[in-house]
Nanobody
């Protein structure tokens, strides 16, 4: 059973920073891409960032220049460094892993940015 587990969510003041982590219990060789999504209260889940197995990276316009996605391949862990946070970044952040066996989602980690 593949597991994807996020961590690092917290309450932070506007302008602050957080780093989210996502650990996947699957061979790194089976992962095609990993991504971050978020869901604000009352809104649909939206894509935030993605990193492919080749290291190709892309970001949603709303986070470009503020968020940085990265992977630690030996640890099979993905990170999302979030800087200059604003209340609009509040939500549950989800990690997913697109693998040769299927796509797997974590349970989410709460990020709350106070003004």
């Amino acid at each position: 059973q593949v597991q994807v587990v996020e961590s690092g969510g917290s309450l932070v003041q506007a302008g602050g920073s957080l780093r989210l982590s996502c650990a996947a219990s699957v061979s790194i060789f089976s992962i095609n891409a990993m991504g971050w999504y978020r869901q604000a209260p009352g809104k649909q889940r939206e894509w935030v960032a993605v990193i492919s197995s080749r290291g190709t990276i892309d970001y949603a316009d709303a986070v470009k220049g503020r968020f940085t996605i990265s992977r630690d391949y030996p640890k099979n862990t993905m990170y999302l460094q979030m800087n200059s946070l604003s209340p609009e970044d509040t939500g549950v952040y989800y990690c997913n892993a697109v693998t040769t066996y299927g796509t797997y989602w974590g349970q989410g980690t709460q990020v709350t940015v106070s003004s």
